[in-house]
């Protein structure tokens, strides 16, 4: 058990329905990042939260928005879902996300399964 | 935009055998992590390096950076089936930003 807690870990929804993902990172770690992997594109950073606040943004569709809470857990919303947009999501945290003084080393959780049909 | 390529994507070998994993990055960093992931499974730190010069080992692998080449390197020495796995080099991006490799799929045969 990595301390990162994902739910649910198996998701299977239609097209055109909206789906949340839950994160809860490791105690006293306040960063949230959003991964999304794929066979075709492999690991895909999609945003970072940092203490409540978005701190990076990257291949993030607009369908798809997330958001820290004051408890620190993370949420993934995905909505108007596509054939392509089954993956395996993944969250992970660290305890950095302002200046890094060293390693920034992420712990990733157990990954949601989405299965769009 | 930060690049990370890994090669070989595919590897297979066999027990007891030596191999090296390459990993290239586009832009300046001195912040190098691998990764392990099994099947079906989550991402597990292996390797932090975080400066040039910098050699990491445990058991049977070891990791290396050059920041100047802007490569990494992952050694496997004698494998072994439970080395089977796939790996990522990951390198930080603007931000925080970790940017992955594509991985490489290791499948070790007795």
Redesign the interface.
Known sequence: D?GVTQTPKHLITATGQRVTLRCSPRSGDL?V?W?QQSLDQ??Q?LI?Y?NGEE??K?NILERFSAQQFPDLHSELNLSSLELGDSALY?C?S?P??GV?T??????????SRLTVL | ELKVEQNPLFLSMQEGKNYTIYCNYSTTSDRLYWYRQDPGKSLESLFVLLSNGAVKQEGRLMASLDTKARLSTLHITAAVHDLSATYFCAVDGWGQKLVFGQGTRLTINP
């Open positions: 990595s960063s990042y991964y492999g690991l950073f970072q940092y701190r990076a990257g993944f992970a660290s950095e996300g890094v060293g390693a920034n080393v992420l712990t990733f959780g157990a990954g």
